[in-house]
């Protein structure tokens, strides 16, 4: 648009906008469009009010807020100010083409409007995060080693003073500002310093760069209206992608152990509902996990509906009534399913999940720490921060990586008005959830995180990254096995279950046990089969220490059989059997002789097998029919329970409905410019009758009418139809906004007026 003056107030410029840029406005300021406006006047009205023009800032860089401070120093909310004042006031510290993108980013969102001359709405001024006028101070410019000099010089009573202002407002009250204070008073002595800024005889202020050094953030020049460049390395996207896919192997394993530990001892919840720090703890010695890895694995699994509190089944042997956080019905799915599918459900829960995980064992306002899972760690604006560092960390460009400072300094940038949640401490937290994630690997976004953040197939992205899995292990003669690489899942299962992770990793190292020969034997397997799975898969010749071991288990194993009487036990061998009836065992579950080959127990069969077990004799289950049967654990669950929405972003219109709400928008501007006269309803029959008989005018004369209307919704609006019928309490008219014949009910009708 070529502006020939500038238009009296927002209003009128919003008029003169086309309908794609009104669009845009929207777009950008969605809570604009709740509900409807029913005019451009009205939407103007919302555009100036305070609490709106703070939520459209929130997106705005120090560039733009800064356009927005200098505008305010020149009195635009009042007055016109010139393009000419802003780039005077703006000098050289920002090129033409930054400028007039930040004014683009302004207008858009109405916060400014004009070219040539500019105006700003009144509450736009309260926009800018720091005092008006601080871009005009020079006492700002102050060097990080200045900074370091002047802090190690003050003593206790004056640090106290500025550490105050900086957790606080850095703007301060004091009589000791005035002149002719005594220059020994500590306010004079920080003035002195330039750790303060004298206002006036009653004012200071805290400098932007010492409140930040006091509360160890980047120092950054408040003054610069250039982005901060970031230090980078430049990584080949394939170490990258290799570096997560390995750490998205670890984190499913680990995800595993810790669902197995809570399937094999529920953790019980507390009264608040989080997972205590004994639990925690516990899992974590169960698991050979950290805590705090523990905390934000649980988090995950939570948010992903892999693990919830309820009543578990089966319940607990010492069960107290309460809720136990364990596995749900939704994990037997999860474990069989792909490598990249189980990291995938993992990263969309941890990406929109409403909770900061790096802040479980903090300490909270009582001295307590912060448990996991509990309510300490709700954070509704954990979602769009995540993003903001991920999106920051795309913008560098495939493979490249930054320092965690670097993200912080340049979100500050960015975000000014949010700069408090990208501090050091919570973007080097969150950046270090995204790189046991996957989706950050070596400092740098990798392919399957740039894929989840911007709506690609993150899955296959990580099935590609992930190295393909292999059929072969190496047997080695200390009888250990290493699988180079991820095993096929048939193969996985069947190593998981004749041998024992020992270490984890890009290669993983298992070792084999009379203890896990046994488990093998115990579900079914054969001493030929176990022969067979070692020389058919091993890469390596199979050790002839395991080719004994196996021999010797399985020789020993089931030569007692235990079934259900409530259970018996049974040996072809009345001398062994006759040694467990002598064991301090057979007291342990009552067991009885009903024969030289045959003892009976009350005690359950999986309770007479693991103390049997436990006392060496290794027995083994059979059925009715004498088959070995499988009486593995299967593990509690508790039912999937529907929890809170993790994250649901504002809902914004499509530029479809944005389209058809503009169309709206002119309507009612020509409704409410429409002369003629005019019949208000109040909902009694002598102003029904009228609004009737003007309505049937209209129709036989065929004149266009607007008329308010109130829908379904309370949603009142203007507009202006060409009217085809009335009668049975509806009105058929033409609306030309829409281009189709609409039906309005006649009693939501609240004025009609002939269009002149």
Avoid at 186 to 209: F, M, N, R, S
Avoid at 455 to 473: C, H, K, N, Q, T
Wanted: proline share 7%.
């Amino acid at each position: 648009m070529t502006e020939t003056a500038l238009p009296p107030d927002l209003a009128a410029w919003l008029k003169s906008r086309t309908d794609t840029e009104l669009v845009t406005t929207l777009t950008l300021r969605p809570d604009l469009t709740v509900p409807p406006p029913s005019t451009i006047g009205v939407l103007a009205g919302r555009a100036e009010q305070r609490a709106s023009i703070l939520r459209a800032a929130d997106t705005l860089d120090t560039l733009a807020l800064t356009i927005l401070e200098m505008l305010s120093v020149e009195g635009a909310h009042e007055m016109a100010v010139t393009r000419a004042q802003l780039d005077q006031l703006v000098a050289k510290r920002a090129t033409a083409k930054a400028v007039d993108a930040a004014l683009a980013a302004l207008r858009d969102r109405a916060l400014v409007w004009g070219t040539k001359t500019l105006r700003t709405a009144p509450a736009a001024r309260d926009a800018v995060p720091w005092r008006i006028g601080r871009i005009l101070d020079a006492s700002e410019s102050l060097t990080p080693e200045q900074l370091t000099q002047a802090l190690d010089g003050i003593d206790d009573a004056q640090r106290s003073l500025l550490e105050t202002l900086a957790r606080s407002s850095p703007t301060g009250r004091t009589r000791d500002a005035a002149p002719g204070t005594p220059p020994d008073r500590p306010v004079q002595k920080l003035l002195g310093a330039g750790l303060l800024i004298w206002l006036d005889e009653q004012t200071v202020e805290l400098p932007h760069q010492v409140g930040q050094a006091l509360r160890g953030e980047p120092i950054t020049d408040p003054t610069s209206l250039s982005p901060p460049k970031p230090v980078t390395t430049k990584y080949p996207l394939s170490d990258v992608n290799a570096t997560a896919a390995g750490e998205a192997l670890e984190l499913i394993r680990h995800c595993g152990a810790i669902i197995e530990a809570l399937s094999d001892s529920p953790a019980p919840a507390l009264k608040a509902g989080g997972l205590g720090v004994r639990e925690t703890k516990r899992i974590g010695k169960v698991t050979g996990l950290d805590e705090a890895r523990v905390g934000l694995l649980v988090e995950l699994l939570a948010a992903a509906s892999l693990i919830s509190s309820g009543t578990p089944d089966p319940l607990p042997a010492n069960d107290s009534g309460e809720d136990y956080w364990a596995p749900t019905s939704a994990v037997d799915p999860w474990i069989t399913a792909t490598p990249a599918s189980r990291w995938h459900t993992l990263a969309s829960a941890w990406l929109d999940l409403q909770r900061a995980p790096w802040l479980i064992g903090m300490r909270d306002p009582t001295d307590k720490p912060v448990a996991a899972l509990s309510e300490e760690v709700r954070s509704p604006a954990a979602p769009r921060d995540r993003r903001a560092i991920l999106d920051y960390l795309a913008d560098l460009g495939s493979g490249t990586a930054t320092t965690e400072t670097d993200v912080s300094r340049g979100l500050a940038w960015r975000r000014p008005r949010s700069a408090a949640r990208f501090a050091p401490r919570p973007t080097t937290n969150m950046i270090a959830e995204a790189t046991a994630l996957s989706i950050v690997a070596r400092g740098a976004l990798s392919s399957p995180g740039r894929a989840l953040l911007h709506g690609g197939d993150a899955e296959a992205e990580m099935r590609d990254a992930l190295p393909s899995p292999i059929d072969y292990v190496l047997l080695q003669a200390d009888l250990t096995l290493v699988a180079p690489g991820p095993l096929e899942p048939d193969l996985e299962d069947r190593i998981e279950l004749v041998a024992d992770v020992e270490s984890a990793g890009a290669a993983t190292v298992y070792r084999v046990t009379d203890k896990s020969l046994r488990r093998a034997l115990d579900v079914g397997m054969s001493a030929a089969e176990l022969h067979t799975l070692f020389g058919t898969h091993s890469r390596t010749p199979v050790p002839q220490g395991l080719t004994y071991l196996i021999d010797d288990v399985a020789r020993r194993h089931g030569r007692l059989r235990a079934g259900v009487a409530s259970s018996f036990v049974r040996c072809e061998d009345p001398a062994l059997l006759a040694e467990v009836l002598k064991s301090p065992a057979a007291e342990q579950v009552a067991l009885r002789a009903l024969a030289p080959t045959v003892a009976i127990s009350q005690a359950s069969l999986n309770e007479v097998m693991a103390v049997l077990g436990a006392a060496g004799f290794a027995p083994a289950g059979e059925d009715s029919s004498g088959a070995i049967v499988d009486l593995r654990a299967r593990g509690a669950r508790v039912p999937v329970r529907r929890g809170r929405t993790n994250y649901r972003s504002q809902a914004v219109p499509t530029d479809e409905q944005l389209g058809r709400l503009v169309t709206e928008l002119r309507a009612g501007e020509r409704a409410a410019t429409a002369g003629g006269r005019t019949v208000r309803s109040d909902g009694t029959r002598a102003t029904g009758s009228a609004t009737m008989a003007l309505l049937q005018t209209a129709v036989k004369v065929r004149r266009s009418v607007s008329i308010g209307y109130v829908d379904a919704q309370g949603v009142a609006s203007q507009r202006v139809v060409d009217p085809v019928s009335v009668g049975g309490g509806q009105l058929d008219a033409f609306d030309p906004a829409t281009g189709a014949v609409r039906r309005f009910t006649l009693h939501r009708i609240t004025s009609v007026a002939l269009v002149e």
